[in-house]
């Protein structure tokens, strides 16, 4: 069974940064693409970013330009780098395939606090 575990998250001053980790188990290889999602209270799951095995990424527009996605191959990682976060971007973060598979099992997430 897959496993996904977040961490890296925190309580940070808007314009501040933090860098959430991924680590996955198993060989990352296996994945064709991982994201990173979030879910803020009282909303439903948004996608934020994407990283293919080859490296290629894409965001969300709501953190184009702050945030940036990277891959470690060798340990089985995947990073999430966010700069001049805002009160909006206040979520529990989570990582998994993607697209989200029909049967998936989520970690647990790690929590981001945007406030001042």
């Known amino acids: 069974q897959v496993q996904f575990v977040e961490s890296g998250g925190g309580l940070v001053q808007p314009g501040g940064s933090l860098r959430l980790s991924c680590a996955v188990s198993?060989?990352?290889?296996?994945?064709?693409?991982i994201g990173w999602y979030r879910q803020a209270p009282g909303k439903q799951l948004e996608w934020v970013a994407v990283i293919s095995r080859g490296g290629s990424t894409n965001f969300a527009d709501s953190v184009k330009g702050r945030f940036t996605i990277s891959r470690d191959n060798f340990s089985d990682a995947v990073y999430l780098q966010m700069n001049r976060l805002k009160p909006e971007d206040t979520a529990a973060y989570y990582c998994n395939e993607y697209p989200i598979p029909e049967v998936t099992t989520w970690g647990q997430g790690t929590q981001v606090t945007v406030s001042s």
């Open positions: 198993g060989n990352i290889n296996r994945f064709v693409a």
